[in-house]
């Protein structure tokens, strides 16, 4: 039993090597010695693992491109849109001259001081919770808090995306001077 176990395991290992575009190791006179599996594989004429078809895709040219994630709804709970109508984010430039918090409604576009950038929320989530269909909010208190935001220099979007009171470091705003982290959401 132990060496059918042993076995399988090599085969679905020699699989995805072989999916991944890895060669038979070489024999000792330089060659490649074929042994049953590769032989096997080859009569069957096994295609590619499904998965790589996620990880990569090719446009209509034949060129490969990333596959890009499905993007999910964002369903704010009504509790959530009466309770809470701004929020405030610090912008902070990286060499530590300058801080300050900004209170911004959620929907509008608002300018953060004279630094060029300006931010509209677009969704604020007190208890911020994802699932395989959407993301929503699992009710009001603060307990996983985040904001999707537009973040815009001189008029031209440069990020879009959602920030982490909690975890500011996760798909943290990414930007050369400055830095934005959500410091919370205001009635």
């Not at 096997?40 to 078809?53: D, E, T, V, W, Y």
């Not at 596959?67 to 964002?74: I, T, Y």
């Not at 405030?88 to 929907?107: E, H, N, P, W, Y």
């Amino acid at each position: 039993m132990k060496n059918i176990s042993f076995i399988g395991i090599s085969f679905l290992c020699f699989m995805i090597a072989m999916a991944t575009g890895c060669k038979a190791p070489a024999s000792s006179d330089g060659g490649h010695q074929p042994t049953k599996a590769t032989e096997k594989a080859k009569s069957a004429k096994i295609a590619k693992a499904p998965m790589m078809k996620a990880i990569k895709r090719t446009d209509k040219k034949g060129k490969d491109e990333k596959a890009k994630p499905k993007s999910l709804p964002v369903e704010v709970p009504d509790e959530v849109k009466t309770a809470f109508k701004e929020v405030t984010l610090r912008l902070a430039k990286k060499d530590g001259s300058f801080q300050k918090d900004f209170t911004v409604k959620i929907g509008e576009k608002t300018p953060l001081g004279d630094s060029g950038i300006s931010v509209e929320v677009l969704a604020y989530l007190p208890a911020f919770y994802m699932d395989q269909k959407r993301i929503t909010s699992v009710g009001t208190k603060a307990t996983n808090p985040a904001c999707k935001a537009g973040v815009f220099e001189n008029g031209a979007e440069i990020h879009t995306g959602w920030l982490f009171q909690k975890m500011p470091e996760v798909h943290a705003f990414e930007h050369a001077q400055y830095s934005l982290i959500l410091v919370g959401g205001e009635s």
